[in-house]
Each structure stands twice: as structure tokens, then as C-alpha cells.
């Protein structure tokens, strides 16, 4: 039986820097990587530590989910490692963003993000592993940021209770919270023919890094990790602090 890493948003940022790193977690005989640009896909098989099997699916679409299951029942791996960090958000008033925009938000960060989980764990053995990209911004409601953030405390309350049900199984759950990480995730959600309501970082990470405390947080059996002083301060804080004073600071943070 074939042992494969599968591993979405895997074009660019996060994503890649995960299959790079693949062999941090295990050795595999293939990675199925998932994303929309058939061209990224294909140049990781110069650089990835395993074979990789490019998977040019759009995740927002039922048919690249029926297509997964198919390759599932077709080929019948066995799956050791799920990625999902495909995704993307918005930097806008929900009213102002196109109402297609954001249900299209809701159905790949959280719909595909479910979808892939519930296909994939009947084929992870004992001492599997799944990795959901959540964020800092699944602490709090973040006006300007509304349904990005909703869709991330979707991700990390899932990925926390998917741990404890999946535990008895041998399999691991663990929700990775980045704080802003320097990747192409911005060029989708800042227009650039306007003016930006995001004005101020207060840190910017590298996905290197990222990626790097995720891999010794798995070791660890972590189901939450965080990089970053600013972004532990942050999870700190917010459970500390009222949401309407975690909002009113943000607000006031970036002038809204």
C-alpha cells in the first residue's frame, strides 16, 4: 500500500513550505499536492523531498471534492499526513465584498477544509496526522476582517474537538495559528485599486518559521500551535479582555 502526504494550498506560502518540509514529519512514497495553479503544482517536484503528484482542483468546487474521493477509492493509500492549508480572506466591510465572495471564503476555508478531514480519515492509520491552518484571528470577532476570522474560529474550534475524537484512533489533530506571515495570501486580500482598511502589522512572520514551530509542535502531540511572541501575547490577551475592548483597540489600531 502506498503511504502519501496529502497536502493542500501546497502552489505557494504556507502550503509549499509544508511539502518542503515534508520529511520533518515521516518519509512517504508520494505527496499529493492540491491547488488551483497546475504550474506551481508542477515546479515542487524539482524541490520536494518525495515524489509529488500534482492535483490542480479548485476546493471551493463539490466536483474537485468528488474528484478527491474518487483518487481515494481508486488508488487506496494510506494517508499519514493531511495538510489543509488551502484558504484566503478578505480586507473589507462584509457589505462592500460581494456576497459570492463571501460564501466563496466560507465554502474553502471551512466547507473543504471539513470535507477533506472526513474523506481522509478512513484512510490515516494509527500515528496519522492532520494540520488545519487556522489563525490569531480565530481568537476574536475582527471587524473589517468578519468573515475571514469567523471562517478561521470555525477551523481551530473543529480541528481542537476533531483531536479528542480522534485520539482513540491514534490519529492527531493540530490547528496551526499564524500571526501575518509574508506570503501571497495579501495580494488576494488587500485590493490594490483602493484604499486599505488593513493599515498597520504589527509583525510580519516567514512561513519558514511558521512551518518550522507547526513540525516541533506535532512532536510535542500539540493540537494548537502558535509562532511568535506577538501572536501568544495576542492569545493571551484576548482571553483576558473583553471582545467590544479587543475590537475597540483593533479599531482604534488601524484608524477604522
Known sequence: MKRIAVITGASSGIGRQFVLTADRFSRFDEIWAIARRAERLEQLRETAPFPVRPLPLDLSQKSSLDAYAALLEEEKPEVALLVNASGYGKFRAVMDTPLEVNLDMVDVNCKALMAL??????????????????????????????VYAATKSLVLSYSRALDRELRGRGIRVTAVCPFCTDTEFFDRAVDPDKEPVVKKYIAMYRPEDIVSRAWRDVKKGRDMSKYGFIARAQGSMVKLLAHRIVMNIWMNQQKL
Not at 490515516?124 to 484571528?137: E, H, K, L
Open 117 to 146: 478531514c472526513q474523506l481522509t480519515v478512513p484512510r490515516m492509520p494509527s500515528g496519522g496526522q492532520i494540520i488545519n491552518m487556522a489563525s490569531v484571528a480565530a481568537y476574536q470577532p475582527i471587524p473589517y476582517i468578519n
